[in-house]
């Protein structure tokens, strides 16, 4: 039985060492002086897709792309309790179609309700 859990515990001491390693690794080459000499403003200056900033890097977003993304996680979500559910329901007979009938009609009336308040529309 203790041979079993000694995975267990190579795994626990490869998850702790990564980080841990990282860590120290940054820390040694921070004091031994493997770092950048000068700071200049091109090296401070924000990288994205090779291209120049334009103005201000806080940009406002929409709300909507947050409020559809969190839609698609949830019905995502969704599908991922539908599988189980399915290889399962001969062993839950009516008690278990019952269970999901009741979780997807709230889910339903989610999609309902984010229908009608347009949330779903990508303008």
């Known amino acids: 039985m203790l041979q079993d859990y000694g995975y267990l515990g190579l795994l ?35 990288y994205e897709s090779g291209r120049r900033m334009i103005g201000p890097p806080y940009v406002q977003f ?17 599908a991922l309790f539908l599988f189980p ?7 839950l007979e009516l008690f278990g179609f019952i ?3 009741v979780f997807l ?10 229908w009608r308040k ?3 529309e990508w303008v």
């Open 12 to 46: 626990l001491v490869a998850a702790l060492l990564v980080p841990v390693g990282g860590i120290a690794t940054s820390y040694v080459f921070g004091r031994v002086g493997i770092r950048p000499s000068k700071m200049t403003p091109e090296k401070l200056e924000t």
């Open 62 to 78: 929409n709300f909507r792309y947050y409020f559809f993304a969190l839609l698609f996680l949830l019905f995502d979500v969704e």
């Open 85 to 91: 559910w399915a290889v399962a329901l001969r062993r």
């Open 99 to 101: 269970e999901m009938l």
């Open 118 to 120: 347009k949330a779903l």
């Open 105 to 114: 009609i709230i889910l339903g009336v989610g999609l309902l309700y984010a």
